[in-house]
């Protein structure tokens, strides 16, 4: 039995906004073992970015953590100060951003930019060094050692995606979170890209949360899912039962909307949008649009408890 | 058989300066025939920089052909009267990729559904105007009370792209060329807004050029697909037959790419393919040689004609040699007819 790296206990997160906080993660617990793959899907508005950016206490206001611990290797990330937050990040949990083109910065040559990020933790190298380790991560990434005195501009968005990907892995963290790393690369590169990431997981046996909205990419490269609606986790089971005997009615039909290649019009929309965050139906968030729903569902929230071995879901109908 | 709007070996030159030499090629002795009896839905995949977006520009007259022409009911759209340019601008409508640069900011969104109500006479009175406008919001999932009234920064990426849909929807037009009308959506809606433009397509017999880079919502909604690669046709044909046994090198590479959304797992450890980045210089050849794993010695000498393979499918490359070619003009000898269309779908 591998022990949790990463224990998100009941986190809660708040926008605050002038009609009031509203609620965009929503007592929130989930656990990441050692090496483990776990994906967070979900449509836009449903946390699973605010939720990434929390545990990395990366929140900009009007975001603000109200409640809950993130365990990261026996130490509460959230009861850390400013000061050894900032040493935590990167060198044991690191972030690949959403949209690499706006997180290098554009003046500054890729070297820099990992040789920037090796100082501030602490690396004292020698200019060869440094010169060295940034031909070996750029290596490590699939990029040629040319890369390093280039400019992010200069740069396509799979390159790119890879220069983030190297300051991300710098310092060998044991935990990455990559919040949809490849919504703009295309299909053929973004195949590439999670090759690589895959490749650099196994390397360094990091645990790796990926966050996005693509379930095919979900399907292809996590090990769980979890699943999320309106600010909660809804489901979290292994990536193989999501397909085939999916438990919360949301993540069937979510399942049910993907367009297939295998045969036509077997795709289905779910009726209906999901409620506004400021004003969050009573009872289970998802009765409004959910097919199967009963009295109890209008008044009473489920709890998020383990329906099958390994496969959790808040739902009264399981 | 009578065309809406043809592109007729459209070539599209990108160059930068005056002296620029190195013109970028976006599109590149293009021509597809859109038949105004028969409505249609035509598929154009393609990654970022297969010319998919100039494509589209092109058959709108936003940007003029560098070569070749567009033809709307046989009148180039580079020359034509100020009346028929009003009746193309009503027959034929868009949906954009980015929902955010079509909105001026200090409008409601209400602006771009009054607008064309207003500017088409599209509605008798005020409260008509209403409906009909509640009536397309709703088509694309969105509720009229919570959309109308709201600044485009008030609604999320999602929702802007539903209210294009809608207004190109209220104008009921002949053809609507949809650029990635889908990206920004999520999966649970993207079904929704594709069945919308399905049923216009079935119940209202508006063609649909359905421009995109995913193959999978290309192979739900269209009969018929072309398959673009930096800006050259390298496959096209009955969407069935293109996505299920791909042809060309590159559409096997990419439906070989695709993440299916399946307890299958897909993906092998190595694509095969090792070129990352930094596009190869233009040749004469094949645009794919430099990538192509099966390339020889002819394909960097000429660029292939579209080969004949199947009734309903051709393809671009010498692989397939041993077919008769097709000149680019006859692209839609491989095109099925409508009358193949499956209508009891689901969406």
């Known amino acids: 039995m591998t022990l949790d790296v990463l224990r998100v206990h009941d986190l809660l997160v708040y926008y605050d906004t002038p009609a009031g906080a509203v609620t965009a993660v929503n007592h929130i617990s989930f656990g990441l073992k050692a090496g483990e793959r776990l994906g967070l899907a979900g449509e836009s508005g449903s946390g699973k970015s605010t939720l990434a950016l929390s545990i990395l206490r990366l929140l900009k ?12 290797d026996g130490v509460n990330l959230m009861t850390l100060s400013e000061e050894d937050m900032r040493q935590v990040r990167l060198a044991r949990i690191a972030l690949i951003p959403q949209g690499s083109m706006n997180s290098l910065n554009p003046v500054m040559r890729i070297k820099e930019q990992l040789a920037d990020a090796l100082q501030d933790h602490g690396v004292r190298l020698s200019k060869r060094d440094v010169a060295e380790r940034v031909r070996d991560l750029l290596q490590w990434v699939g990029l040629r050692p040319e890369v390093a005195d280039m400019f992010p501009h200069e740069l396509s968005g799979g390159m790119k995606q890879r220069a983030c990907i190297a300051i991300a892995i710098s310092l060998r ?37 990926l966050v996005g909205h693509d379930m095919g990419l979900m399907a292809q490269f996590v090990d769980r899912l979890g699943v999320m609606y309106a600010g909660q986790l809804v489901e979290v089971s292994p990536v193989r039962d999501i397909f085939t005997q999916p438990l919360h009615p949301y993540t069937q039909m979510l399942i049910a909307s993907l367009p297939s290649l295998e045969q036509k019009g077997t795709f289905r929309g779910i009726p209906g949008l999901p409620p506004p965050l400021r004003t969050l139906p009573p009872g289970c968030v998802f009765h409004p649009r959910c ?12 709890l998020f408890r383990e329906v099958r071995p390994h496969a959790w879901a808040a739902c009264h109908l399981l | 058989m009578t065309t809406l709007l043809e592109a007729r ?32 839905i035509t598929a154009v995949v393609g990654e970022s920089g297969s010319g998919k977006t100039t494509l589209a520009r092109l058959l709108l007259g936003l940007v ?30 868009v949906i954009f990729q980015d929902p955010y640069e079509v909105y001026n900011p200090f409008y409601r969104v209400d602006h771009v559904l009054t607008t064309p109500v207003a500017k088409f006479k599209l509605a008798s009175s005020k409260a008509a105007a209403r409906a009909l406008i509640a009536e397309v919001l709703q088509a694309v999932g969105l509720r009229p009370e919570e959309t109308l009234g709201r600044f485009p920064h008030q609604l999320s990426g999602g929702q802007r792209q539903r209210v294009m849909v809608a207004r190109a929807l209220l104008l009921r037009p002949r053809l609507i060329v949809a650029d990635e009308p889908v990206s920004m959506v999520d999966a649970s809606l993207r ?4 069945g919308a433009l399905r049923t216009m397509h079935l119940e209202r017999g508006i063609s649909l050029v359905y421009i995109t880079h995913d193959l999978a919502t290309a192979y739900q909604i269209s009969d018929n697909i072309v398959v673009l690669y930096r800006g050259s046709v390298v496959e096209a044909g009955d969407v069935e037959l293109v996505v299920k046994q791909p042809h060309h090198p590159y559409t096997q590479l990419l439906m070989s790419s695709i993440p299916l959304a399946s307890a299958e797992r897909t993906w092998t450890t190595d694509s095969g393919t090792s070129t990352m980045g930094l596009q190869a210089a233009e040749s004469a050849g094949c645009k794919f040689a430099d990538r192509c794993l099966r390339a020889t010695s002819p394909c960097l000498q000429a660029a292939p004609p579209l080969f004949h393979t199947d009734r309903y499918r051709a393809v671009s490359c010498y692989l397939y040699q041993s077919a008769p070619a097709l000149a680019v003009t006859e692209m839609g000898k491989a095109f099925t007819g409508p009358a193949k269309l499956s209508h009891g779908d689901g969406m």
């Not at chain 1, 195949?191 to 949360?209: P, W, Y």
């Not at chain 2, 990108?14 to 038949?35: C, M, P, Q, Y």
């Not at chain 2, 079904?191 to 594709?194: E, H, N, R, V």
């Open chain 1, 61 to 72: 206001p009007p975001g603000r953590i109200a409640a809950g611990e993130v365990w990261l």
């Open chain 1, 173 to 209: 963290p044991q935990v990455i979170i990559a919040d949809e790393p490849t919504s703009a690369l295309d299909v053929v590169v973004q195949k590439q890209v999670m090759e690589t990431l895959a490749r650099l997981q196994k390397d360094l046996q990091a645990a790796v949360i």
């Open chain 1, 291 to 302: 097919p199967h729903a009963v009295e109890r569902c209008q008044t009473e929230a489920p």
């Open chain 2, 9 to 40: 070996h459209v070539t599209k030159l990108f160059s930068s300066g005056l002296l620029d030499r190195h013109a970028t090629v976006a599109l590149e002795d293009f021509s597809l025939v859109i038949d105004s009896e028969r409505p249609s």
């Open chain 2, 64 to 93: 003029a052909p560098t070569r070749g022409e567009v033809l709307y009911q046989g009148q180039d759209l580079q020359n034509m009267s100020h009346t028929t340019w009003r009746a193309f601008r009503r027959d034929v409508q």
């Open chain 2, 191 to 194: 079904a929704t807004i594709l």
